[in-house]
């Protein structure tokens, strides 16, 4: 029979330094292939998404949030 020892070790997850976070959005409505311009600045996409309400009347949105993580042991 063979033993094994089992070591846990704890981690935890941050974002990657140095890195920005970068908000999106794209319509959601059937034929229209309109995205936001990606920006670090989340309310300026959401004013992109009312304009194009506004201009289309389309009011579905896939909004996106990207950032990079680094996942490190705790020590």
Known sequence: MTR???R???HRIT???DTDVT???ECLTY???WQATP????AA???E?????????????RRTCTSFALVVRNE
């Open 15 to 17: 974002q990657q330094p």
């Open 8 to 10: 846990y070790v704890k």
């Open 31 to 33: 034929d229209c292939d």
């Open 39 to 42: 920006s670090e600045d989340g």
């Open 23 to 25: 908000f999106d959005a």
């Open 49 to 61: 998404c009312m304009s194009h309400t506004g201009r289309t009347g389309h009011g579905g949105f």
């Open 4 to 6: 094994s020892v089992l």
């Open 45 to 47: 996409v959401d004013v």
